[in-house]
């Protein structure tokens, strides 16, 4: 499954299949992007960060994606989980600024 | 766990009051962040401290708003004769300044409702 950031604010996955979540950033001097995991009533969870002289990283079942031509970031999630059910954000970071996009809600099916 | 953490949890005031939120961030971490979020939205950014140091206030920080960092430990967001519009979750994050951007570490955040 496969989202478009804020033009599609809900990726509905089944529990086993890969998800895309894509992130439109705006500053194109934003040198250091994050991925966080926000549950219901709790603060965002870090997941991953990359720095804009990478286009990829890999991390535990999660690689982010940054291609700065097109300031779109993306987080890929294997093998979705029921437990990866949350909003998912992308953050942008220029110096000790960090911005936040409005989230994707990822629900996983079972 | 050495989190972030912020209390109270919950507050519930009327419109008018004050009302005062405390941030305790990780321990060895220099930087701390006050963010608001409200509901189906990202947080945005509110003010930054490095140290004691009130370093950068967003324009969405009115005067009715203080931030303070006295011993750049623990921090408290106050605000002032509270409006229905400043009902939100007031979250708090932390970071170590290692010379490059590091991740903020979030706390689980204090929900306002002004009535």
């Known amino acids: 499954g496969e989202s478009v950031g804020l033009h599609l604010p809900t990726l509905s996955v089944q529990e086993g299949d890969n998800s895309i979540i894509n992130c439109a950033y705006s500053n194109s001097a934003s040198d250091y992007f994050i991925w966080y995991k926000q549950e219901s009533g709790k603060g965002p969870q870090f997941i991953i960060d990359i720095r804009s002289n990478m286009d990829k990283r890999q991390g535990q079942r999660v690689t982010v994606l940054l291609n700065k031509t097109v300031k779109h970031l993306s987080l890929q999630i294997a093998a979705t989980q029921p437990g990866d059910s949350a909003v998912y954000f992308c953050a942008e970071t220029v110096v000790y600024d960090m911005r936040f996009g409005a989230g994707t809600r990822l629900t996983v099916k079972p | 766990d050495t989190g972030v953490s912020q209390n109270p949890r919950h507050k519930i005031t009327k419109r008018g009051q004050n009302v005062t939120f405390r941030c305790d961030p990780i321990s060895e971490h220099n930087r701390l962040y006050w963010y608001r979020q409200t509901l189906g939205q990202g947080p945005e950014f509110l003010t930054y401290?490095?140290?004691?140091?009130?370093?950068?206030k967003s324009r969405l920080l009115s005067d009715r708003f203080s931030a303070e960092r006295p011993k750049g430990s623990f921090s408290t967001l106050e605000i002032q004769r509270t409006e229905q519009g400043d009902s939100a979750m007031y979250l708090c994050a932390s970071s170590l300044e290692t010379g490059a951007n590091s991740p903020l570490h979030f706390g689980n955040g204090t929900r306002l409702t002004v009535t």
């Open positions: 401290f490095q140290n004691e140091a009130q370093l950068e």
